[in-house]
């Protein structure tokens, strides 16, 4: 197989790989899924596997005055896109404790988000009755309600400005 044909055929399995990992979620890992002696890269989501994949590639198509070191680099491809294949196909496997341990700040902040918009939902949906009411005692109802949601509405916004303010005194532990 000469240079050009392999370099296309290696092209050619590289895009269907990348079509492959942007098509699932690309989820970081605790750990780094490879060995160093296969990939150099310190990320653990698959893109960061896929970006070294290409660099190498880049690498390739470049190099024409070592031959040796051109089938080297083309072999260690084989393997790295061989190796990645693999693991993109069993993500759905992967057990949850093989994934990061969630931000809890991050969690926090999200249900008290989720709560913000039910609560304001429920005021929206109360002032529209209260607008449609026809009787004094529908409308008195309403206006009590009203008014316990509008507090728990400002207590919920009250957390999570005191959430936020927390998150933003201690950083977020680092990404892997």
Not at 82 to 92: F, G
Request: charged letters at 35%; a positive charge; one cysteine or more.
């Amino acid at each position: 197989m000469n240079s050009s044909s392999m370099r296309e055929r290696l092209s050619q399995f590289i895009a269907a790989l990348r079509q492959q990992i942007l098509a699932m979620p690309d989820d970081a890992a605790r750990l780094p899924r490879f060995d160093r002696q296969l990939f150099l890269s310190k990320g653990t989501r698959l893109q960061d596997y896929l970006a070294e994949i290409e660099q190498n590639f880049q690498q390739l198509c470049q190099n024409n005055e070592q031959p040796e070191r051109a089938v080297w680099l083309a072999g260690r491809l084989v393997d790295q896109i061989a190796a990645l294949q693999r693991e993109a196909s069993t993500q759905t496997l992967r057990l949850r404790r093989e994934r990061p341990a969630p931000d809890r700040r991050r969690q926090k902040r999200d249900e008290y988000r989720e709560y913000e918009r039910r609560l304001q939902a429920m005021v929206d949906e109360r002032e529209q009755r209260l607008a449609l009411a026809e009787t004094l005692a529908v409308q008195q109802q309403l206006k009590r309600e009203l008014e316990a949601l509008e507090g728990r509405l400002a207590r919920c916004r009250q957390a999570l400005r005191a959430v936020e303010w927390q998150r933003s005194l201690r950083p977020s532990p680092p990404r892997a």
